[in-house]
């Protein structure tokens, strides 16, 4: 295990070393480092290395299995060989074959220690049960938004929402027999079909007409201590909407402007609660709530006005 720490650790070094390196190979016309990294090799070596580097890079096991299960840490490393590679060909046709050599050199080498990370077990096992175990999480997450969200709904409503939501137990517990069975990859995909769900219950959910609480309250406080319940379901949809619907950096950044505003909002109602004025406070965090349905909205997933 310490071998394969310190192997991706060697990776994130030389990964930061070569690239603060390209600037300079691809303006250097004459091979200026020989002194440094030997005889210059001639063009015909220099082909027989890239035919090798790109017949790796073509023929890999390792290429259709990151692209099959996503596996951050083989495909950041084999991305690195590739782009690694085409300095090379830059190198290579711009006459300097010192750097086409380094270039290919360090491509062997990310090749070589990504073979080595997909050949251990115990890195490969501890990924997929770090990921299932952020995908468990995940549906807790969804789940306790749900049920809060939920409370505003009448009786015959929830009852329909409740029986969508009813076959993520099923495979939450088949997940659940596969990893036991230490079958994390499996497992793993039955949580995706969970998330699903939820997104779906969700978003038809905050798009329902029926979604308006029918709740007789008996005092300001008690509707204001409703209100702030109502205002936490939302923003907690907020980082699973990111999470789940992978927005874009732009879309992003709208919604977070909604959001800022809505905690401004909720600050302010904050303080009209401390001075004794929940009329005016529940005004104030219902248009905090509003703006939290804006971001949603923004970033995919319906909400009501």
Same mark, same amino acid.
Request: overall charge negative; hydrophobic content about 40%; some cysteine.
């Given at each position: ?18 690239? &603060? ?10 091979? &200026? ?75 062997? %080498? ?8 997909? %050949? ?79 997104? &779906? ?27 702030? %319940?109502?205002?936490? &379901? ?59 349905? %804006? ?11």
């Amino acid at each position: 295990m310490q071998k394969t720490v310190c192997r991706k650790a060697a990776l994130l070094i030389r990964k930061a070393i070569v690239l &603060s390196l390209l600037p300079l190979a691809l303006i250097a016309a004459k091979p &200026s480092f020989a002194d440094y990294f030997g005889v210059e090799p001639s063009r015909e070596e220099i082909q027989q290395e890239m035919k090798l580097v790109k017949m790796l890079l073509d023929n890999s096991p390792l290429t259709g299995r990151t692209a099959q299960n996503e596996q951050e840490h083989l495909i950041q490393p084999m991305e690195l060989a590739r782009t690694l590679y085409d300095r090379a060909v830059d190198a290579y046709n711009g006459g300097n074959m010192v750097w086409a050599d380094v270039f290919l050199g360090e491509a062997l %080498s990310v090749i070589e220690d990504a073979v080595h990370l997909s %050949s251990d077990p115990l890195q490969v096992e501890t990924k997929q049960r770090q990921q299932y175990a952020e995908q468990m999480d995940d549906v807790r997450a969804f789940d306790a938004t749900y049920q809060d969200v939920r409370k505003g709904l009448p009786a015959k409503e929830a009852t329909k929402y409740d029986a969508a939501i009813e076959p993520t137990f099923g495979l939450i517990n088949h997940a659940q027999k596969l990893v036991a069975d230490g079958k994390y990859v499996e497992g793993s995909e039955q949580l995706k079909k969970v998330h699903t769900i939820y997104v &779906s219950v969700l978003n038809e959910l905050l798009a329902s007409k029926s979604f308006v609480y029918d709740h007789v309250f008996n005092t300001p406080a008690e509707e204001l201590e409703y209100e702030m %319940s109502r205002y936490h &379901s939302y923003e907690e949809l907020i980082p699973l909407a990111i999470e789940q619907l992978k927005p874009d950096e732009n879309l992003i950044k709208l919604s977070d402007r909604f959001v800022q505003d809505a905690v401004k909002a909720h600050v302010a109602a904050e303080k009209q609660e401390a001075a004794g004025d929940h009329t005016a406070a529940i005004k104030t965090l219902q248009d905090a709530t509003k703006r939290l349905q %804006s971001a949603l909205r923004t970033l995919g997933l319906n909400a009501p006005e």
